[in-house]
């Protein structure tokens, strides 16, 4: 990775270590650190191109909605809102995120952008990832478009449908899920089992299913998944780690449903030792957004074709 990129995941990361600071130093505004008021109605996207942001952007955003109180989980670009005849406020302050490319380089033809021709298996193919930022602006930063507010399951109309719609995705991993009474929700590896508590003990919809889906991340790390490194002491670095990765693939899955997101229970007891691994090694975080992306593309591929994040 080039000291340009390095520098851009620094200065993300920085900007998100003072979000957190901030919201947890003024108390009740950062009661969801950055799982975000956002995620109850979806998934960021550009009102442009129609796609999503995700991995290390989508957190940006979250982060960034949850601490600014923004309504909307809609973003583009300066010129991208001028298309659609919406203008930015004069004033306002953008976002910076990271745009990824690859550039492949042919060394047997010696040119710096590879023709189709290339592409043959007689040819010395050089790839190399690439990052450059980019600003984005939030759609209540400007005038002349109008973005849906999030809002709860409840809040929705078909709370039924919705929950059918997350048990049936569940369901389909074939994860082996049981639940009994106490105030412990974990996963085992070496019994390959999730364990929540009754669902009658958690005060909201979004509770349980924050909780279930945090777990379920969890089980996309055993050795016959993803093979991350998930067997780690209590409290040590690792086992943070592995639960900012749990707590951002819930996140990223609650967007994917459209629910708001619950702060997992134990979010607290992590916080001050992933602000402490964010600020030693900057590139932490990405790769926990990087994990928590490869977790929820695992979980939609074992749903059939129709199912896409």
């Known amino acids: 990775m080039t000291t340009k990129t390095t520098e851009l995941f620094e200065t993300l990361t920085e900007k998100l270590i003072a979000l957190i600071e901030e919201g947890e130093a003024e108390g009740s505004k950062w009661n969801k650190p950055w799982t975000s008021l956002l995620a109850g109605s979806?998934?960021?996207?550009?009102?442009?191109?129609?796609?999503?942001?995700?991995?290390?952007?989508e957190l940006v955003l979250m982060a960034t909605t949850a601490y600014e109180g923004h309504t909307a989980n809609v973003w583009a670009t300066y010129?991208?809102?001028?298309t659609i005849?919406?203008?930015v406020n004069k004033g306002e302050?953008?976002?910076k995120l990271i745009k990824w490319g690859v550039?492949?380089?042919?060394?047997t033809c010696n040119i710096k952008k590879a023709r189709p021709g290339c592409k043959s298996a007689k040819h010395i193919i050089d790839r190399h990832m690439w990052a450059s930022p980019f600003t984005v602006f939030n759609a209540d930063q400007v005038d002349g478009y109008e973005a849906i507010p999030p809002k709860t399951i409840e809040d929705l109309g078909n709370a039924p449908e919705k929950v059918k719609e997350i048990e049936d995705f569940i369901a389909n991993t074939k994860a082996i899920i049981k639940h009994k009474a106490g105030d412990s929700a974990h996963y085992v590896p070496k019994t390959d089992i999730i364990t929540l508590p009754l669902e009658e003990q958690f005060e909201t919809t979004e509770g349980y299913y924050s909780t279930k889906l945090h777990e379920l991340t969890?089980?996309?790390g055993n050795e016959a998944r993803l093979d991350r490194d998930i067997e780690n002491t209590f409290g040590s670095a690792k086992y943070a780690a592995e639960e900012l990765v749990a707590e951002l693939g819930s996140t990223f899955l609650s967007a994917h449903f459209g629910t708001e997101v619950e702060v997992h229970a134990n979010h607290a007891n992590y916080l001050a030792s992933w602000l402490?691994?964010?600020?030693?090694?900057?590139?932490?975080?990405?790769?926990?957004a990087k994990q928590a992306q490869a977790a929820v593309d695992f979980l939609t591929g074992l749903q059939g074709e129709e199912e896409t994040v």
């Open 42 to 57: 979806g998934f960021s996207y550009n009102p442009v191109t129609k796609k999503g942001y995700s991995g290390m952007n």
């Open 79 to 82: 010129k991208q809102w001028q």
């Open 85 to 87: 005849e919406a203008n």
């Open 93 to 95: 302050k953008g976002t």
């Open 103 to 107: 550039s492949e380089k042919c060394k």
């Open 218 to 220: 969890h089980w996309t």
């Open 276 to 288: 402490r691994s964010m600020k030693d090694d900057p590139m932490s975080l990405y790769r926990a």
